[in-house]
Structures are given as structure tokens and as C-alpha cells.
């Protein structure tokens, strides 16, 4: 059973990964028979080297005003206004052709393309994701560069003939995260190995893992989340074994392996508060050596991934400040509301519900009623589920903690298992597991569904494409469309704006600009501002690209997947 279920993860998996990424279909529909001119061409490579150039005097301003003692947030997208102009749609369209639909996924290849490895500039220039991740993805990039797997472009024009390689970029940011939501997968099991922990309890805890929608979304994304969790569970592993055989070398490896997870995810360095929780016993000589091993093995592995820490500590220090502080992104600000939220998101939302609550009440258990390593392990769950969901706050950076919620969760299935056994029918246990593990596995499908027939949006998008053509050829003009904020391939599918009037209605708020059509995209917040908007009632819906029946379904208990999909609006005819 085991090995099927993993089985049937990994074929999902692997059939996922090109989920919204660049291709020839997303191109066509974006420029829909239109040629960009040499002028856009050369427009749209202007607006790679200023992007750098503006990246660079940020970075060199935030460094002299920290020197001040004052912080400035980091750089941020240009703000527009009621209307996109020709530039801005300009950078629209090269977002389209060098990103995917998952937010923020463009990340790490902006670090990557910063630097300059033929003069020896490895400098990521900035450590919200670590070097233990991006060297490992622009490691990835080259050995499949140099085995002829990927041609990747040097600007964006080439993108627009060669999206396919675009997609083998991604392709090699992503393999890192599958592999590592696996190889947590296959730890959870070998836990079976333990006296604590049956190979029920370690088969279920894998179980709820492979079918929590928090992690499954991770896992097909560029993005050091679900890595730093390997790390961390595998420092846990290995701590574990030291705290049954006290042998030193289990210990040194679970220090490299925490400092692997730090490398990668900055707020994974939070888990480190696992060792003086686990080695902490009466005031003494022998457990300040084993914290000073660990901790010195883990610094090992963050400097040696990581060296711009000791080359550039002070930009270090800035990245730190900006991502923690109430100026920056306010990820250290200590918020009591954002923690219950927290505490409700990954709970319920993220774990396989109603096992991600058992995870937590076993925790409890383990934390009141046990004894030894999990005990600990229990203590150091809570302190940091707590800690870090006050202040990030951020549940897919809080990844790390799922394997050990997972763990919990199997292990409290038994103990609840044989507690019903003894005191009803067998068949009544088998009902209760059946009725915690159905709702992940509804969810689980669902994800499946969604990731492997992603482009179920292109049909009608090309029906609403030729539409505006004809439009176009029936007016004399192209259709004026309205979007909320900007064109975006994490909240639009691709659609032929180049050539078109684009009104910004999240500014542009004049009942008198009417446009012809209004595209409403897959984040919250576009649906939120339409119902909202004046115009409103004067639409109906034309198209649903890509959007299901079971987008909707029980959201309150699963995470939504990032999914290409969004809303065709038209303007209803006045009367004659």
C-alpha cells in the first residue's frame, strides 16, 4: 500500500510540473496574430537592463541610508495609474513571456540573473532565499546546459520564439522542491524504525503528508519552502538518532542538515531552537559541547552555502532587517491576531483536514502525557508554530514545521485507533480512519484534477481572442478591456492587450469609461473589487476560462491551488 500511494503521488507530480508555465499556445493567445516591431523588441530588452539598473541603485541607497541608521523597504514594482501606457503594457507582455503562473516563482531567477559567474560573482544580492537553494538551482540550470537539455534565453525577446525553453528554466527550479516533498515522504516512513513511532503511525503520518494542499502547491513551484522542510525534518532524523545511540557524527550531520534548511529559507533558522530544546539537560560541561557541535556544524553549512554572509554581512544584516521589521515586510512584528490566523491556516486549511487538528492534539498529548524525544520535539513544534506564526506569519514559510505535524498525526491516529478498539467494534475504528483520511484525499484529487489539466482556460481564452479580433475588424478599434492592477501571469491568463486600451479599474473609477470588456483574474482580490465597482451591474458574464465547479469547494478546510483561471465580463447594449 505504501509504495502505491507513493506511486500515485509521484506520477501527479511529474505529470504537474509544466502547470502554468511559458509555452507557444500562451504566446499565440498573448500577441494573437500581432508581430512585436523592432522598436517594442528593443523597448522590451531596455526594460530588463533598467530593471537591474533601478534593483542596483535600490540596493545601494538601502545600503547607505541602513549605514544612517535608517531602514528603506526594498525595491517595488512601479505603481500605475487609471491607464496602462505603452511602456507599462510593454513590461506587462515581458512578464508573460519570462514568468509563470505561480506567484513569485520569478524569484530566484532574478537572483540568478543578477549574477555573473564568468568574473566570479556569485552574489545573490539579497537572502530571502538562501544560497543552499539558488546555487542549487543554478546548478541545475548548467548541467542541464551543458548536456543540451536547455538553451535558456539571455532577454526576453528570444522568449517570444522559444518559450519552450523559458519552460526548461522552470522545469530545473521546481525538480529541487519535488524531490525534497518526497524525500520527506520516504523520512516519515523510515520513523517506522523507531520504538516511538509503529509502522501504522509512520504509513499514516506519510499519508496525511502526500495529501496536505499547503505543501502539494509548494512542491510545484520554484521556491525553497518545501526544501528547507527536508532539511529540517532530516536534522530532526538525525538528531533523533543521536538522542537514541549519543553518537557524535549523528549529531554533526543534523547540525550540516539544519544549516542546509537555513541556508535556503531564512525563516527556517527558526527550527534550530529544536537543539538546545532536545540536548538541554542539567547545567554542564557536556551539554554545552553538544549545543556548541551543532550549532557550529550548522553555521558551517549556512556560511559555506552562503558566503556573501561573510562578504557582504551588512547587506546580510539589511535583508534581515527589511524582511522582519515594521518598515519592511513586517515578517519579525509580533501580531497576537496574526498568530490565531496562522494557527487556523495550517491546522486546518494546510494538513490533510481533520489530520492536521489530530497532528496538533497529539502534539499536546506527546507535550502532557509523554516522555523523551518526542516530547521535546512537541515543545519545540509549539514554541515555533506559536513564535513564527505571530510574526511571519506566513504558512508556506512555515513548511518546515508540516513533516513533524505530520508525525504527530500518525502516531495519534494509533493511540485514538486503539482507544476505539478497546471500547467499540473494530469495524467502528475502521469507519473513524476511513471518515479523518476521505476529506484529504477528496483534496488531494482536486489538486490533481486541477494541476494536471491546468490549461483548461486556453479553449475559450482563443474564443475570446478571436472575438476581440473580429471586434476589432467590425469597429474600426480594438475593445477597451479593464483588468484590476495590471496584466499578470499569476492572476491572468494570457490575452492580446498590446494593441488595446487597457483601463487600471482599480484607480480608474469614472462611471462614464466604459470599456468593452473586463477580465476578472484568479487572485481574491480582483473578484473583490468588481463586486465592489460601480460598474458592475452594467456586465454579464461572457467566459469562464478555466474556472471549475470545485474551485469553490470546501475552501475553508483545504489551501486553493495556484491555478490559471479567471472571468470574461461584457458590457450589456444600452437599448435603442
Not at 545511540?245 to 542546509?260: D, E, I, N, V
Not at 483534496?443 to 471586434?471: M, N
Request: proline share 5%; with cysteine; hydrophobic share 45%.
Amino acid at each position: 500500500m505504501r509504495s502505491l500511494v507513493l506511486l500515485i503521488v509521484t506520477a501527479v507530480l511529474i505529470g504537474s510540473m509544466r502547470w502554468g508555465l511559458p509555452s507557444r499556445e500562451r504566446n499565440e493567445l498573448l500577441l494573437h496574430g500581432t508581430e512585436l516591431t523592432s522598436g517594442e523588441l528593443a523597448e522590451i530588452r531596455s526594460l530588463t537592463s533598467s530593471y537591474f539598473e533601478q534593483r542596483d541603485e535600490a540596493d545601494q541607497f538601502a545600503a547607505e541610508q541602513l549605514e544612517q541608521g535608517v531602514l528603506v523597504p526594498g525595491h517595488r514594482a512601479t505603481e500605475i495609474g487609471a491607464e496602462l501606457s505603452d511602456v507599462e503594457k510593454l513590461r506587462a507582455v515581458r512578464r508573460f513571456l519570462l514568468s509563470s503562473s505561480a506567484v513569485d516563482e520569478r524569484k530566484p531567477y532574478i537572483a540568478l540573473a543578477r549574477m555573473d559567474p564568468r568574473h566570479g560573482d556569485l552574489d545573490p544580492r539579497g537572502f530571502m532565499y538562501g544560497g543552499a537553494y539558488l546555487y542549487l538551482v543554478g546548478a541545475t540550470l548548467l548541467a542541464w546546459e551543458t548536456v543540451g537539455w536547455l538553451d535558456a534565453p539571455r532577454d526576453a525577446t528570444e522568449a517570444v520564439d522559444h518559450p519552450e525553453q523559458v519552460a526548461r528554466m522552470y522545469l530545473a527550479g521546481r525538480l529541487p522542491s519535488l524531490l525534497a516533498f518526497l524525500g520527506v515522504a520516504l523520512l516519515l516512513l523510515a520513523w517506522a524504525r523507531n520504538r516511538e513511532c509503529t509502522r501504522e503511525a509512520a504509513t499514516l503520518a506519510m499519508v496525511v503528508w502526500v495529501t496536505s494542499t499547503q505543501p502539494l502547491t509548494q512542491a510545484l513551484v520554484s521556491k525553497p519552502h518545501v526544501y528547507a522542510a527536508f532539511w529540517v525534518f532530516a536534522a530532526t532524523y538525525a538528531l533523533h538518532g543521536h538522542s537514541r545511540t549519543q553518537c557524535t557524527r549523528w549529531l554533526a550531520a543534523s547540525g550540516l542538515c539544519m544549516g542546509m534548511a537555513a541556508g535556503s529559507s531564512l525563516v527556517s533558522a527558526a527550527a534550530g531552537i529544536l537543539f538546545p530544546i532536545v540536548l538541554w539537560e542539567r547545567p554542564g560541561l557536556r551539554f554545552w559541547r553538544r549545543l556548541g557541535l551543532v550549532l557550529a556544524s550548522m553555521t558551517v553549512a549556512v556560511v559555506v552555502t552562503n558566503p556573501y554572509v561573510l562578504v557582504s554581512p551588512e547587506q546580510y544584516l539589511r535583508t534581515v532587517l527589511q524582511m522582519g521589521s515594521s518598515g519592511g515586510s513586517g515578517h519579525g512584528v509580533l501580531d497576537i491576531g496574526k498568530g490565531w490566523h496562522t494557527l487556523r491556516e495550517l491546522l486546518v486549511r494546510g494538513y490533510s483536514f481533520p489530520l492536521g487538528i489530530l497532528g496538533a492534539v497529539g502534539s499536546l498529548w506527546q507535550l502532557i502525557r509523554g516522555r523523551g524525544f518526542l516530547r521535546r520535539l512537541s515543545l519545540a513544534f509549539w514554541v515555533l508554530l506559536l513564535g513564527v506564526g505571530s510574526t511571519d506569519g506566513r504558512v508556506r514559510h512555515m513548511i518546515f514545521l508540516g513533516p513533524w505535524l505530520c508525525l504527530f498525526a500518525g502516531i495519534g491516529w494509533v493511540v485514538l485507533f486503539q482507544y476505539v478498539v478497546r471500547r467499540a467494534r473494530p469495524a467502528v475504528a475502521k469507519g473513524l480512519t476511513f471518515a479523518l483520511l476521505a476529506p484529504g484525499i477528496l483534496f488531494f484529487a482536486i489538486f490533481a484534477r486541477d494541476s494536471l489539466s491546468d490549461e483548461a482556460w486556453l479553449a475559450p481564452a482563443r474564443v475570446w481572442a478571436d472575438e476581440l479580433a473580429t471586434f476589432r475588424t467590425e469597429h474600426g478599434h480594438p475593445a477597451v478591456l479593464g483588468i484590476f492592477d495590471r496584466p499578470e501571469p499569476s492572476d491572468h491568463p494570457p490575452f492580446p492587450f498590446l494593441r488595446a486600451p487597457v483601463l487600471n479599474l482599480v484607480e480608474n473609477r469614472d462611471p462614464d469609461a466604459r470599456p468593452e470588456f473586463v477580465l476578472v483574474g484568479s487572485l481574491y482580490y480582483g473578484e473583490w473589487y468588481w463586486d465592489a465597482h460601480p460598474l458592475r451591474r452594467e456586465y454579464a458574464l461572457a467566459y469562464e476560462l478555466g474556472v471549475r465547479r470545485t474551485d469553490s469547494w470546501l475552501l475553508g478546510f483545504r489551501t486553493r491551488g495556484e491555478r490559471t483561471r479567471g472571468r470574461v465580463y461584457r458590457l450589456i447594449p444600452t437599448p435603442a
